[in-house]
């Protein structure tokens, strides 16, 4: 049996055609312009903790200060315990519905909720 390969050899030569047009750049000089743009600033640093952390942090503030288990919080606010892992170690979004829901299971003010958020 004899199968017939296409002929993939202009495949591995193009890229190179292309980095000697100079229609490319190698990898070498794009990590050292981005490592450049790294050291210098170039590029945005977020300095500090991000909003979602700051109100995870709060909500684990306020659970504490109350004796309950993540699962309790979540079945008295109507949200899936891992929804609350996430907002708790700040990586999910909540809405203002789970806020709302939030702070009524936690019996606490707005202000409280959302401490330098």
Request: hydrophobic content about 40%; overall charge positive; proline content about 7%.
């Amino acid at each position: 049996m004899h199968y017939e390969l296409p002929d993939e050899a202009h495949l591995l030569r193009y890229p190179f055609q292309r980095l000697r047009q100079g229609k490319t750049r190698p990898l070498w000089a794009w990590l050292s312009h981005a490592m450049a743009g790294m050291l210098t600033g170039k590029y945005p640093v977020t300095h500090g903790a991000s909003p979602l952390s700051k109100f995870g942090k709060n909500l684990v503030r306020l659970r504490s200060g109350l004796p309950i288990t993540q699962e309790h919080l979540a079945e008295l606010a109507e949200i899936h315990p891992r929804y609350l892992q996430k907002l708790e170690s700040g990586k999910a979004h909540p809405s203002l519905v789970v806020l709302s829901k939030l702070r009524a299971a936690l019996k606490c003010e707005w202000n409280d909720l959302l401490k330098q958020v």
